[in-house]
């Protein structure tokens, strides 16, 4: 049976990579993207959903539904509206795509809330189901305290967020992902829910070169164009703050390719937490509180080595093909 696959995401420029990919994977791994919920943190949560609709409309996929998650963190209060921070809006330009015109979907995000969705979409297709979230990790948290089941309802949940091995990319010891809600990202990884941690260990392996895009933008379509000049602003941020890859990070859509291929990956099972306080705050690291680290059975298996070879030929295969229309 052809899986489904849902991505939990705030849609700037590697969560649209990550919409590609999946969207031009449908054949080749037998998954469907039957849904995008939306979160915040390269933008807010408007500005993702119309990011999600515009994308999968010039994508050729407008089947594709946008559904609302939840919008601010976990301890934020009521009234906390979040925004962008300065850096966050240069890494994706201030609407999250790099600053690139596309039209607005003549689409509506769905009425149902995200949590919703994602909940009743777990007991519907079970093991069939996929989730991938690739921002803050508020509206997964919800899921898994209203349905504590979920991780043996779904086939997987593979999550872009964390750093094991290497430093944080917001603080020494924090990737942004995890640092938007570390709250959440902690109740979800000591919830026993089983996870994939597809992290800056990995991510920052697997690098998108302004060589690699050329190939998008010979298209010639709308789509090709819109891909590489996208991308271009994103390796031009890489620039000013790591020249040392040459290109840009492929965080998202890795998060994607390892939750449909995990062969894709190593991995290394732990029993992980977030630090909340100090300096460290947003960690991910071994759970010594709870003396979870001699568990026998580890709930979080982390990414420590990918193929890249093999992940990025598919990738850019793919995309080129599916923007080549």
């Not at 998954?31 to 943190?41: D, F, H, K």
């Not at 993702?48 to 050729?60: E, F, H, I, Q």
């Not at 003549?106 to 809330?113: M, Q, Y």
């Not at 390719?257 to 099972?269: I, N, R």
Request: proline share 5%; with cysteine; aromatic share 6%.
């Amino acid at each position: 049976m052809t899986r489904k696959l849902i991505l939990d995401l705030d849609t700037g420029i590697d969560d649209t990579l990550a919409i590609a990919y999946a969207l031009a994977s449908e054949q080749a791994d037998d998954v469907r993207l039957i849904g995008i919920t939306g979160t915040y943190g390269n933008v807010t949560v408007e500005t993702g959903m119309r990011n999600a609709l515009a994308v999968t409309d010039l994508l050729g996929h407008p089947e594709v539904s946008v559904y609302p998650g939840l919008d601010r963190p976990s301890t934020a209060p009521e009234n906390f509206r979040y925004s962008p921070s300065a850096g966050t809006r240069r890494i994706h330009g201030d609407n999250g795509i790099g600053d690139m015109t596309i039209p607005d979907s003549r689409r509506s995000p769905e009425t149902t809330a995200a949590a919703d969705f994602i909940i009743d979409a777990a007991h519907t297709y079970g093991k069939d189901l996929v989730i991938v979230p690739t921002g803050a990790m508020t509206t997964i948290a919800e899921v898994c305290r209203r349905e504590p089941r979920i991780g043996e309802l779904v086939g997987s949940i593979t999550f872009m967020g964390g750093a094991l091995t290497v430093p944080g990319n917001v603080t020494p010891g924090a990737e942004a992902n995890i640092m938007q809600d570390p709250e959440a990202a902690d109740a979800i990884l000591r919830s026993g829910v089983e996870t994939t941690m597809i992290g800056l260990d990995v991510t920052h392996q697997a690098v998108l070169t302004r060589r690699d895009i050329e190939r998008w933008r010979r298209l010639g379509t709308a789509a090709g164009d819109f891909l590489a000049g996208m991308t271009d602003f994103y390796i031009d941020a890489y620039s000013a703050t790591q020249p040392e890859l040459e290109g840009c990070g492929m965080h998202d859509p890795l998060a994607v390719a390892a939750a449909l291929d995990p062969t894709l990956v190593t991995t290394l099972g732990m029993n992980l937490q977030v630090d909340l306080e100090g300096a460290y705050r947003g960690r991910t690291i071994g759970d010594r509180a709870h003396d979870r680290l001699t568990y026998s059975h580890k709930t979080t298996q982390v990414a420590v080595r990918v193929d890249i070879a093999r992940f990025k030929s598919q990738f850019l295969d793919r995309i080129t093909a599916l923007a080549s229309h």
